[in-house]
């Protein structure tokens, strides 16, 4: 790979980390529980005074050093993600800070959030994808546990966001006593948003036939 190549892959994956941080941001102001990745920094984030931004922080950081110690080295790709999961963070917070919240007021317009949220995720989550360069902590775990275990990647990714969002759960049953920050629009990003990174992909073929 070239350095302009190298250079402009890049450039398209830090532009869909920054199109990821608002979707995240607009799932979240959705009221209706955020995405299933986010769940646990978000309940924590309600709990305590730390913001959503630096909890996502630091589980990316965490997630970094066992991906790390699963395959046994860090290499380049892994310290490039320590940049982009800094501007991630700071871009999730910052959007939260720009986007009003919908928890509590109509549901209609907190369906319209979290449809909007998942539709500006799927982009982003399209154009880190479609720059194949490296990727968030997050999911280079799960590919590095997935490829440890010997199992499918989506299968293990799927056990990996079910546990977060178990433990968001279980944290916010603990110190509110429902599911605050848990709930319909977690499960909806979970189904939806794979599946219009797809559509995404479709038109992207299509265009380009």
Known sequence: ?????????FTIFTTGVLVCSVGVAFITRAGLGTSPI?????VLSLITPVSMGVYTLAFNLFFLLCEGLLIGKFTVAQALQVPVTVLFSLCVDGALALIPSQYGGPWMASAVYLVIGCTIMSFGIYLEVFADIIMLPGEA??????QRLGR????VKVCFDSCLTLIAGAAALWAFG???????GTV?????????VKVWGR???????
């Open 178 to 184: 429902h599911l605050n920050g848990v709930g319909i």
């Open 188 to 196: 909806f990003s979970a189904l939806a948003v794979g599946q219009l």
């Open 38 to 42: 986010s769940s646990t920094p978000f």
């Open 152 to 155: 499918n990647f989506g299968n």
């Open 203 to 209: 038109l992207y073929n299509r265009k380009h036939r």
């Open 141 to 146: 775990f799960v590919r590095a546990l997935s």
């Open 1 to 9: 790979m070239t350095r302009n190549e190298a250079l402009r892959r």
